[in-house]
Nanobody
C-alpha cells in the first residue's frame, strides 16, 4: 500500500487532531488524494479530497471543522480536524480519490471522540 495514515487517538468532544497521510512519491505526483472514514456498522465515506493543484472539497458533515492540505516537499497530506464530535468517531483512511473497496487500503488510524 502506497499511502499510510497516522495521527489518530482519543480526544474529547470539541477537541482537535491532525491526521497525516504519507504518500509514495509516484502516487503523490499524479493523483488527487482523499481522506475517508468508516464508523462501526456504516459504509466507508469520503471526508475530504485535495487535487494535485491544491483544490479541496469537504463533505457537508465536516465543512467548517475539517481542513485538508498537502505538503509537496514531504509527500504528505494532512487532515486538520477541529471541533470534533462523537459522530466523527471512525477509522480514518487516506487513498487516491475515487478509490473503492476493491482497491488496496492501508490499516487506517482510529479516531475516538468522547462526549
Amino acid at each position: 500500500v502506497q499511502l499510510q495514515a497516522s495521527g489518530g487517538g482519543l480526544v474529547q468532544a470539541g477537541g482537535s487532531l491532525r491526521l497525516s497521510c504519507a504518500v509514495s512519491r509516484s502516487t503523490f505526483s499524479i493523483n488527487a488524494i482523499a481522506w475517508y472514514r468508516q464508523a462501526p456498522g456504516k459504509l466507508r465515506e469520503v471526508v475530504a479530497s485535495i487535487s494535485r493543484s491544491g483544490a479541496t472539497n469537504c463533505a457537508d458533515s465536516v465543512k467548517g471543522r475539517f481542513t485538508i492540505s498537502r505538503d509537496n516537499t514531504k509527500y504528505t497530506v494532512y487532515l486538520q480536524m477541529n471541533s470534533l464530535k462523537p459522530e466523527d468517531t471512525a477509522v480514518y483512511y487516506c487513498n487516491r480519490w475515487g478509490s473503492n473497496m476493491s482497491d488496496a487500503w492501508g490499516q487506517g488510524t482510529l479516531v475516538t471522540v468522547s462526549s
